[in-house]
């Protein structure tokens, strides 16, 4: 019996911000998008290991390139690019009259720290793991199994919900059920195939 539904959160309630900022922000100083998208991943995967601290990979992202610009506010740039994805706050909260619920995100602090704060995240679950709390990031797994623990379960006992391929894969190798999310509407269908929902 499925007893938590274990989410990640970007790309399943919000919108990831980061190709549209890499984009945005590139063109403004005339980089490639592949060139920039590879530093901007290299410092911001670091601060989701907690490897280095948020402020201080926005900081190198700037100084790579020898950008003048405010680190605090190119960060906020990005996190204004992310929107709610529509109607999955309400299947959350309809899932949850039903089963534990639980979060594992890959996020660095303070990109946690400004959704978190916008939109209530730790509020609406029952408990959850981010990056950069465990010093591993998904697919690997060290935060499916601290989860386990938490939660006190077996990996059958729980249904993982993700966008991404690679992270669905990780969870079902650990013997998880899995759904790779498209959209609202298939996530709400494979619930209630589930019996996750009515």
């Known amino acids: 019996m499925i007893k938590l539904i274990l989410f990640d959160i970007n790309?399943?309630?919000?919108?990831?911000?980061?190709?549209?900022?890499?984009?945005?922000?590139?063109?403004?100083?005339?980089?490639?998008?592949?060139?920039?998208?590879?530093?901007?991943?290299?410092?911001?995967?670091?601060?989701?290991?907690?490897?280095?601290?948020?402020?201080?990979?926005?900081?190198?992202?700037?100084?790579?390139?020898?950008?003048?610009?405010?680190?605090?506010?190119?960060?906020?740039?990005?996190?204004?690019?992310?929107?709610?994805?529509?109607?999955?706050?309400?299947?959350?909260?309809?899932?949850?009259?039903?089963?534990?619920?639980?979060?594992?995100?890959?996020?660095?602090?303070l990109a946690w720290e400004y959704c978190n704060k916008k939109w209530d995240l730790e509020e609406k679950f029952d408990g959850g793991i981010v990056s950069f709390q465990v010093k591993a990031r998904k697919p690997e797994e060290k935060g499916f199994k601290i989860i386990l623990q938490q939660f006190n379960l077996k990996p059958e006992e729980i249904l993982f919900i993700d966008d991404g391929l690679k992270n669905v894969k990780a969870a079902q190798l650990l013997g998880m059920q899995a759904i790779h999310f498209q959209n609202k509407q298939q996530l709400e269908k494979q619930l209630k195939k589930l019996r996750v929902i009515a």
């Open 11 to 109: 790309g399943v309630f919000l919108t990831l911000e980061d190709d549209p900022f890499v984009e945005k922000f590139a063109k403004k100083y005339g980089l490639t998008k592949v060139e920039f998208q590879d530093v901007y991943d290299r410092f911001t995967i670091s601060a989701e290991y907690d490897n280095i601290s948020s402020e201080k990979a926005w900081q190198d992202l700037l100084d790579y390139f020898h950008i003048r610009e405010n680190a605090r506010s190119a960060f906020e740039s990005a996190m204004k690019l992310k929107k709610v994805i529509p109607g999955m706050f309400e299947l959350l909260a309809k899932v949850k009259e039903k089963r534990k619920v639980a979060y594992l995100t890959n996020y660095y602090p």
